[in-house]
């Protein structure tokens, strides 16, 4: 019922820059949050950017200063920004939109099939 589908990885050389776009569509009364994560091999699944609030987004360390999270929530979209790409950014990055499907009931974690980014010579 609630499909995520995102776009824009690909391989890119290092001091590059990338654009991630995501968007939630379905049966969505509200979403909660959104955001990107990443995970390479033998990794664990790590946050770059999401927001988590009804402030502005949340950076992980790792990403601080290179990217930039912006939203449109009349779309349910979000779009990451990624500048000064490192070979360390290789993952593939997963969207995440934690939504509600009816007024007053749970939210639910839904993600998207992942999009790989490759930052190499």
């Known amino acids: 019922q609630v499909q995520v589908v995102e776009s824009g990885g690909g391989l890119v050389q290092p001091g590059g820059s990338l654009r991630l776009s995501c968007g939630a569509s379905?049966?969505?009364?509200?979403?909660?949050?959104m955001g990107w994560y990443r995970q390479a091999p033998g990794k664990q699944r790590e946050l770059v950017a999401a927001f988590t609030s009804g402030r502005g987004p949340d950076y992980s360390d790792s990403v601080k200063g290179r990217v930039t999270l912006s939203r449109d929530n009349g779309k349910n979209t979000v779009l990451l920004q990624m500048n000064s790409l490192k070979p360390e950014d290789t993952a593939v990055y997963y969207c995440?939109?934690?939504?509600?499907?009816?007024?007053?009931?749970?939210?639910?974690?839904?993600w998207g099939q992942g999009t790989q980014v490759t930052v190499s010579s």
């Open positions: 379905g049966s969505i009364f509200s979403v909660v949050t």
């Open positions: 995440n939109a934690d939504v509600m499907l009816r007024e007053s009931g749970p939210t639910f974690r839904y």
